[in-house]
C-alpha cells in the first residue's frame, strides 16, 4: 500500500518469480491442496503412481522393502477427489515451450478417463502450467476433447487465452485452482 | 425356472460359493468396477498404494526398474470415483471372524480422510466382507464413525443387519454396491 502501483506490481512479480524458482507444479499442486485439506475447503489428493510390485523382502526388525518393481503404465489422470460434493479430476502437465502446449502429451486413455467422467458429470479439467512464461492455466476436458477430436496438435498461449483461464499464482493457497471452479460451477470467489 | 424354489435356491448358492472361492474382495471389486466403466455406470477405481521410490536404474534397452521402494504408510481410503455427479470414496475390509468386526482394522487417518469427504458433501462408506460366512454388508462412514466416537471396539453382525446393507451378490456386476447408494441416494433401482 506504500508503493506506487507500477512499483508495486514489479515488486510482487519477483517475488511471484523468486517463490517459483526451483518449485515443481507438482509441489505447488500438492501445496495447494495440502491447504485446501487443512483448512477443510476441498479433499483432492495427488493419485499415488500406480506401481507393479515383482519382489519384496524383510530385514530383520525392519519394515518390507520392495526389490524389484516397475512403473505401471495405465494411469488416469494426476488428482481427484470431491469439493462442495462435487467430483474434481484433473491432469496436470509443465512445458518449457512458450508459445504452445502440445497434444501429444496427453495419452489416449487419459482423454477416454476424462470422457467417461464428463459422462458422470464429475469435474474435468487441465492444469498447464508455461514455465518460461510463469503462467499457469486452466483448460476444461470438453473444449481439450473438442480440440483432438478436430485434429488439432496444439494448445496455443493464445488459445488458452480466450477459452481456458489463467490461474493468479498467489502465497497461499499458491495455484488456487478452485477459485476458477467457484466461478464456474458456483458463481461465487472462494 | 425349471426348479422347484428350494432346489433353485441351493443351486444358486452352490454356485455363489464356488465363484467366491480363491477370489478376494479385492478382485470381486475390482471386477465390479470394470463392469461399471465399461458399461458407462460409473468411473470407480482402487487407488494405487502409495510407494516411497528410493533407487532405480534402467538396464539397456529396457524400461525403468525400481530397485528400492518402501510402502508408504499414510495412504486414505481404498476406492474413490465419480457416480452421477457424486464423489464416492470407501474402504474395503476381509475378516475371517464370523460374529463381528474389529474397528482397530480402520486406521485413525482414515477416519480423518471419511470426515473430510463427508464434510465436503462426498459419500463415504465402508464395505465389510465376512469370509466364512460369505456376506458382504455396506456401512456408511456416518454410523462407523458414531461407533467409534462412542468407544464401540467391534461393529458385529447384527449391528450391520439393522445399521447395514447386505449387498447380494450377483454374477455381473460381482458386488453390485451401487444399487445400495440408488436406493438410498437416488431412491431407484440399478
Same mark, same amino acid.
Given at each position: 500500500m506504500k508503493y506506487p502501483n507500477a512499483l508495486k506490481k514489479e515488486k510482487i512479480n519477483t517475488f @511471484?518469480? /523468486? *517463490?517459483?524458482?526451483?518449485?515443481?507444479?507438482?509441489?505447488?499442486?500438492?501445496?495447494?491442496? &495440502?491447504?485446501?485439506?487443512?483448512?477443510?475447503?476441498? @479433499?483432492? /489428493? *495427488?493419485?499415488?503412481t500406480p506401481i507393479k510390485v515383482l519382489e519384496t523382502k524383510y530385514k530383520? &526388525?525392519?519394515?518390507?522393502?520392495?526389490?524389484?518393481?516397475?512403473?505401471?503404465?495405465?494411469?488416469?489422470t494426476d488428482y481427484n477427489g470431491v469439493y462442495k460434493g462435487i467430483y474434481i479430476d484433473f491432469e496436470a502437465k509443465e512445458t518449457v515451450?512458450?508459445?504452445?502446449?502440445?497434444?501429444?502429451?496427453?495419452?489416449?486413455?487419459?482423454?477416454?478417463?476424462?470422457?467417461?467422467?464428463?459422462k458422470q458429470n464429475g469435474v474435468s479439467f487441465i492444469i498447464i502450467s508455461f514455465i518460461a512464461l510463469n503462467k499457469i492455466y486452466l483448460l476444461k476436458s470438453e473444449i481439450l476433447i473438442n480440440e483432438i477430436?478436430?485434429?488439432?496438435?496444439?494448445?496455443?498461449?493464445?488459445?488458452l487465452e480466450k477459452n481456458g483461464y489463467l490461474i493468479k499464482e498467489k502465497i497461499n493457497p499458491r495455484i488456487d485452482y478452485l477459485?476458477?471452479?467457484?466461478?464456474?460451477?458456483?458463481?461465487?470467489d472462494l
Open positions: @511471484v518469480n /523468486h *517463490k517459483n524458482r526451483g518449485m515443481s507444479l507438482e509441489q505447488a499442486l500438492n501445496m495447494t491442496n &495440502g491447504y485446501y485439506l487443512e483448512n477443510d475447503i476441498a @479433499v483432492i /489428493h *495427488k493419485k499415488p530383520e &526388525g525392519q519394515k518390507q522393502i520392495i526389490t524389484k518393481a516397475f512403473y505401471d503404465e495405465k494411469s488416469t515451450n512458450k508459445t504452445l502446449f502440445p497434444l501429444s502429451n496427453i495419452k489416449k486413455h487419459q482423454i477416454e478417463h476424462m470422457k467417461k467422467v464428463i477430436n478436430n485434429n488439432k496438435r496444439n494448445i496455443t498461449i493464445d488459445f477459485s476458477i471452479i467457484n466461478s464456474l460451477y458456483f458463481k461465487e
